[in-house]
């Protein structure tokens, strides 16, 4: 079985940061692809930002120049650093991996950006 758990959400003001954490573990060795989406209330679930095991880094638009995504790959953890959050980044955040042959997420964690 492979478990992903997400953690580092929360309420923030418009500006501030926060730094959401997902570890994966399990019966799991190497990870392609660790990456975060988010979904908003009345929205489709959105690719925030995916890195690949080598480090390859990928980003929706609306958040490029704000956030990072890293990995520790001895850990099976990825990081999504949020800097200059607004209130349009208020959603549910889901950790995601993803290879040949498996596909997990995990159960998300609430991320509200709100004065």
């Known amino acids: 079985q492979v478990q992903v758990v997400e953690s580092g959400g929360g309420l923030v003001q418009p500006g501030g940061s926060l730094r959401l954490s997902c570890v994966v573990s399990?019966?799991?060795?190497?990870?392609?692809?660790m990456g975060w989406y988010r979904q908003a209330p009345g929205k489709q679930r959105e690719l925030v930002a995916r890195i690949t095991s080598g480090g390859t880094t990928n980003y929706a638009d609306s958040v490029k120049d704000r956030f990072t995504i890293s990995r520790d790959n001895a850990k099976n953890t990825v990081y999504l650093q949020m800097n200059s959050l607004k209130p349009e980044d208020t959603a549910v955040y889901y950790c995601?991996?993803?290879?040949?042959?498996?596909?997990?997420w995990g159960q998300g964690t609430q991320v509200t950006v709100s004065s």
């Open positions: 995601n991996i993803a290879g040949l042959g498996y596909n997990y």
């Open positions: 399990g019966s799991i060795r190497s990870i392609f692809f």
